[in-house]
């Protein structure tokens, strides 16, 4: 992957996780309980926090993503490293 690619692929990525973080924000702040007396304000609070879960997984997976493409890079400049000490 050429530097500008990965340079690309990775502000894209900060863009999401802004995004995605605003968004669990956003809905973490809708998550109230108390607020929830009947049964159809519950079944939405079920929604929110569900909301929240996939929202949060979503946010962990791009975060992974980011650490194996960095892990990729390094691996890639170690091995070229090791092919000029030769």
């Known amino acids: ?3 500008s690619t990965h340079s690309a692929d990775r502000s894209d ?11 669990i924000e ?5 998550i109230d309980p ?13 929604k929110w926090i569900r909301t929240l879960g996939y929202l949060s997984g979503q946010y962990r997976k791009l975060l ?6 960095e ?7 170690l091995h070229d490293d090791g092919g000029h000490d030769e």
């Open 13 to 23: 990525r900060e863009a999401v996780l802004d995004r995605l973080a605003e968004t």
């Open 71 to 77: 892990m990729a890079a390094e691996l890639e400049l």
């Open 1 to 3: 992957m050429s530097t």
């Open 26 to 30: 956003a809905t973490h702040q809708r």
């Open 64 to 69: 992974n993503d980011e650490e194996l493409d």
């Open 34 to 46: 108390a607020e929830a007396t009947s049964p159809d304000e519950q079944k939405l609070q079920i």
